[in-house]
Structures are given as structure tokens and as C-alpha cells.
């Protein structure tokens, strides 16, 4: 048991990494119930459309027709502040956002400059974000 | 020789999360040796042009004039699914590709996004992909 | 204090990840002392402009009138060179870095393909860069 300690953080901070990764791959596939198991169910989101509880973000995500036809989330690696053995971290994500396909007339691709800030928390074992803010760097 | 266990995870995940990063610069340098040693001999290839050997695709490689004058392949950070000691992972990794300066004429840059699904092994302590699946996500 | 070792070592390949995320966010945010604080104090820098010490480097980037309103440092996950137990490593990171927002007239938004080449040192606990080189890989 002695290697516990060690082998304990590597794994949380995998664990940490691969988080945004899903988010990624949950969006790009529009699988909100994949989005929605990121997220303590009383998780806040503060988006590009304001302030919502995880419950409200995930209807108007299902409820809305997608501007575009497919997505690739394009993530950089993210600035983790972790101290050892604690049950709250910061992730701090760049990631570019490829939206492909306009679904509206007059409509192109676009690329935005994403940044998430999310205040990840472990609760039964279960590392989930528990408030993630969105900012807009930039679009093209 | 207690703390083993923790350290060589540690050293595992960097091995992997460094193939990625390898197979990249071995690619914009057109070097194909050195992006064959990130596959095991008998791997197999499904990319953008079929299914193929390792042998086949590195042939086919080294033999097709390229299309632009250079690329840079910018990997995000792979989503990792590895058992602590196991010698078997995956590896889920999206990419974007920047094509540079086509050298056919009517040809400008190209950006692709890439999805790239591995399988990896580990065989006599040696890390490589045994198995590749090269997803186009989109094309600009 | 047998797992020292595998934290350690864990903990160092963190920091030396972390920092060029560090050094996204402080470019992005035109913070030349946070840019600084990246570096050891006899820093050289082989940069796009030359190769100059750390000193005349910040000087440089205080003094000259940005050419557009904003950028992001979008970086891939580094090559990391770090042998268990060592206090230099290198760090080879692709980076796409968009600069929005021409401030002079007839200017556009431009996309950066850049390759940081770090030799990063442990002096006193503290990880820093001692020596960057920088390539420019392509500009559209």
C-alpha cells in the first residue's frame, strides 16, 4: 500500500485530463446524456447564452436545432491546479471549436477560440464538474 | 522497489501520450522510418485511402510525391484508456492538419480535422500502435 | 516517504506540462512579468525576431505596439524529455496561436503555426526555461 499516494494522484490527474477530452467527444456526437455524466447533477454553467443549471443547459442544448451540421472540439492540454490528495481542482482549457456545415441559408463554417474554466470536485470517488465557465476568445 | 508500481503507470502514460506527439513531428519530417517505429510489423493501418500493412502504407508513403510542401499535424491531448499494468491501451486523439503550400496547380492550404483511434501494445517493455484508425472529421 | 519517488517524478512531468500553458495565458494576456516568471533570469530566447537575452525579450514585447487587438496560444501537448530524477528537461510543443484583430490598416486576422524548442532547469525546486528556440512552421 505504500505506493498508494503516488499511484492515487496519477490516476486523479488522468482522470482530470481525460474529462475535457469526453466533454469533446460527448458534444461532437451530440450525446447530452455523455455531456450531462461530466457534470454533478447541481452543476452551473456559465455559457456563451448566460448563466443555467446543468437541467436547463442540457434541455436547450436537446431542444435546439443545430446550427451546423457536425462539430470537432479541438482541445489543448489543460492547466490543472490539483493539490495532492484534495477533492477540488481547476481546470483551466483552450480549444478551438470547428463548427462545419452551416444548416442555415448564407451561413459558413466558423472556428471559435473557446476557453473553459471549470471547478472540478470528487465526490464518491466520482471526479465531475461542478461549475464550468465559458469564454469566447475569438470567432471566424 | 515499493513505489514501482506508481512510477512505472506514471512513465506508462507519458510513453503514450508521447507517441502521439512523435508520430507528428515523424510525419512533418517525412520521415518514415521513424514513423514505422511507432508501429508494431504487423500492424494494420485503416486510413483515409483503406485498410493496408504497415509495410503497404509506408511504401505507398514513400512513394507519393507530396501533395503540398509541408504539414504541421497539432494533436490534442489523447484520451488515454489504460488498467494500471496492463500491456494493451487505446488511444483517442483528435488532431488538425495543416497542409501548406500545394504542389499541384489550382491547389492552395488545406486544414483537415483528424481523428486518430489506436491500439496500443506493449510488447518487451516496448510501447507501439499494433492497430491505427484514421477518421476525417472535415476539410477546409 | 517511499513514494517519494514516483511523486516526484509525477509532479515534475505536471509543472513542466503546466508551463507552457502558463505561458499561453500570460502571452494572451500581454503579462510580461507573468511571461518572466517563466523563465530563469539568464534566459536566452531564439525567437521570430532574433536571439536575444530574457531582459531585452520583455523589453522588446513592452515596447513594441501590438499589431492586433488579441491573441490565443492554442498549444498541443508537448514532447517531454525527463529522465526520472533529473533537473533538465526539454519540451518540443507544437502551438496554432491566432492573432485577431489587425491594428494596422489593410490587416486581417492571421493563424501562426509555431514550435517551441525549450531546455527547461530545476534550480532551487523551480522549473524554468533557460533556453527557447522558436520556429515558424507556416502563416496564412
New interface residues.
Given amino acids: 500500500m505504500?505506493?498508494?499516494?503516488?499511484?492515487q494522484?496519477?490516476?486523479d490527474?488522468?482522470v482530470l485530463?481525460?474529462l475535457?477530452?469526453?466533454y469533446?467527444?460527448a458534444a461532437?456526437a451530440r450525446d447530452y446524456d455523455a455531456v450531462g455524466a461530466l457534470f454533478h447533477p447541481d452543476a452551473v454553467i456559465d455559457g456563451l447564452r448566460g448563466s443555467s443549471t446543468l437541467e436547463d443547459y442540457l434541455e436547450l442544448s436537446r431542444n435546439t436545432p443545430p446550427a451546423y451540421e457536425?462539430s470537432?472540439?479541438?482541445?489543448?492540454?489543460?492547466?490543472?491546479e490539483l493539490e495532492?490528495g484534495a477533492d477540488e481542482a481547476t481546470l483551466?482549457t483552450?480549444?478551438?471549436v470547428?463548427q462545419?456545415g452551416a444548416t442555415r441559408e448564407g451561413g459558413g463554417?466558423s472556428t471559435l477560440?473557446v476557453r473553459y474554466l471549470d471547478v472540478v470536485e470528487r465526490r464518491d470517488r466520482d471526479w465531475r464538474i461542478r461549475r464550468r465557465r465559458t469564454e469566447l476568445?475569438?470567432m471566424?
Same sequence: chains 1, 2, 3.
Fill in positions: 505504500s505506493d498508494e499516494r503516488a499511484l494522484h496519477a490516476l490527474v488522468e485530463r481525460n475535457g477530452q469526453r469533446a467527444r461532437d457536425k470537432m472540439h479541438v482541445l489543448g492540454d489543460p492547466l490543472i495532492v483551466d483552450y480549444a478551438v470547428y462545419i463554417n477560440g476568445r475569438f471566424t
